[in-house]
């Protein structure tokens, strides 16, 4: 399968600073990314989709201005999450497609602590 | 109905039989199907992918489809201890881009 690397892979930073998590597509060109949220012993929960060059569309109940999401390239999409506080404190997953079918290959994830 | 259901397990199997793990899915779910297997504290790994009725077979694993019944399933043959994961079903959502829909996982665990 496609390689797609996240980094980093874990990271603890204090409340109230923001946290960039990268996105990679090693191999492919991925039109499009999905940032994914998971809880302990949850499934994993879509907060976002985003497409190379356009605005990325927000799911239900999604801060957008909480989770920046950034997908200049088709090769890297960013997620930064602004001003974290301990609930935000989870594993970040993203996954990618490319343009001819519908297979997802998902980072390492990132597990965030926020302290 | 939730657009896309699994039972949360644990299932629990012996080592060498045959582990049998369901799917059912709604209508907002499109043609393409997809079996992920996620070890704790891992992100998911794709296993197998299904687009039409029937069966789909590699190695030890066989994925089954059937689109009358909104019905997908995974068996895995001899399983191993280190089949042991969550297993999370996937569905393409119909609305016309290429996102995925998963199930809440289901729990296999293969004791020796």
């Known amino acids: 399968g496609a390689v797609v690397s996240q980094h980093p892979s874990r990271v603890i930073c204090k409340s109230g600073t923001s946290v960039k998590i990268e996105c990679r597509s090693l191999?492919?060109?991925?039109?499009?990314m999905f940032w994914y949220r998971q809880f302990p012993k949850q499934s994993l929960m879509l907060m976002a989709t985003?497409?190379?060059?356009?605005?990325?569309?927000?799911e239900q109940g999604v801060e957008k201005d909480k989770f920046l999401i950034n997908h200049a390239s088709l090769t890297l999409s960013t997620l930064t999450v602004t001003s974290a506080h301990p609930e935000d404190s989870s594993f970040y997953i993203c996954?990618?497609?490319?343009?001819?079918?519908?297979?997802?290959?998902f980072g390492q994830g990132t597990r965030l602590t926020v302290v | 109905q939730k657009e896309v259901e699994q039972n949360s397990g644990p299932l629990s199997v012996p080592e060498g039989a045959i582990a049998s793990l369901n799917c059912t899915y709604s209508d907002r779910v499109s043609q393409s199907f997809f079996w992920y297997r996620q070890y704790s504290g891992k992100s998911p790994e794709l296993i197998m992918s299904?687009?039409?009725?029937g069966d789909k077979e590699d190695g030890r694993f066989t994925a089954q489809l059937n689109k009358a019944s909104q019905y997908v399933s995974l068996l895995i043959r001899d399983s191993q201890p280190s089949d042991s994961a969550t297993y999370l079903c996937a569905g393409g959502f119909s609305g016309g881009y290429n996102k995925l829909i998963f199930g809440a996982g289901t729990r296999l665990a293969v004791h020796p």
């Open positions: 996954s990618a497609s490319g343009p001819q079918n519908t297979e997802a290959f």
């Open positions: 299904i687009y039409s009725n």
């Open positions: 985003s497409n190379e060059g356009s605005k990325a569309t927000y």
């Open positions: 191999d492919f060109q991925a039109t499009t």
